[in-house]
């Protein structure tokens, strides 16, 4: 592999380049994803990149047999909050970048939280085929997006979010 795992966070690409990375790594079972993922931006320049780290994402969770919460938020494991992804628009940061990124944007989530609050799970881990390769992936309940996982280490996994109409966003998580 020629990227170590904090390069994969320092060193930006373009999608393509990040679609050359997760193809050459290894599938990953669904019961490899079990627990808790601190979650990062793959800088890509896609719209996303930084904003879900800057209103508080903290990453996701996976519990047998198929209870999945892809938003976890809160600054420590201690605070942590899941949030239903059916009540946020995914094309918003597209739509609206500057303001997405705004700190008045970022007081409104922060206070618009626990309305988005929820202990039900919101996807489920799935064994799909995508891009050559039989791998997990975790499929939203509510909401067209699907998120693919490939291996880079026991404890490293990239993702790539697919949402009809809208750019892949890459990300990284690291086991808790």
């Known amino acids: 592999m020629p990227?170590?795992?904090?390069?994969?966070?320092?060193?930006?690409?373009?999608?393509a380049e990040a679609f050359r990375r997760f193809d050459?790594?290894?599938?990953?079972?669904?019961?490899?994803?079990?627990?808790?993922?601190?979650g990062r931006s793959l800088p890509t320049g896609h719209p996303l990149d930084?904003?879900?780290?800057?209103?508080?994402?903290?990453?996701?969770?996976?519990?047998?047999?198929?209870?999945?919460?892809p938003l976890l938020f809160g600054r420590t494991p201690g605070e942590l909050v899941a949030l239903d992804p059916s009540c946020l628009p995914v094309s918003l940061p597209r739509r609206w970048r500057t303001l997405a990124h705004s700190g008045a944007a970022r007081a409104a989530f922060t206070a618009a939280r626990p309305l988005l609050a929820t202990e039900r799970p919101a996807a489920a881990l799935r064994r799909l085929h995508y891009r050559g390769?039989?791998?997990?992936a975790m499929v939203y309940?509510?909401?067209p997006v699907t998120d693919h996982f490939r291996r880079i280490a026991a404890?490293?996994?990239?993702?790539?979010?697919?949402?009809?109409?809208?750019?892949?966003?890459?990300?990284?998580?690291t086991r808790d």
Do not use: N, T
């Not at 990227?3 to 999608?15: G, K, Q, T, V, Y």
């Not at 050459?24 to 019961?31: D, M, N, S, Y």
């Open 3 to 15: 990227f170590s795992a904090e390069a994969w966070l320092r060193i930006p690409c373009d999608p």
């Open 24 to 38: 050459g790594l290894a599938a990953v079972e669904p019961q490899e994803m079990m627990g808790r993922w601190r």
């Open 155 to 173: 404890d490293r996994v990239l993702g790539v979010m697919e949402a009809p109409g809208e750019r892949p966003y890459f990300f990284l998580l």
């Open 133 to 136: 390769l039989s791998s997990c």
């Open 50 to 69: 930084g904003l879900l780290e800057a209103l508080g994402w903290y990453g996701k969770s996976f519990e047998p047999p198929d209870r999945a919460h």
């Open 141 to 143: 309940h509510r909401k």
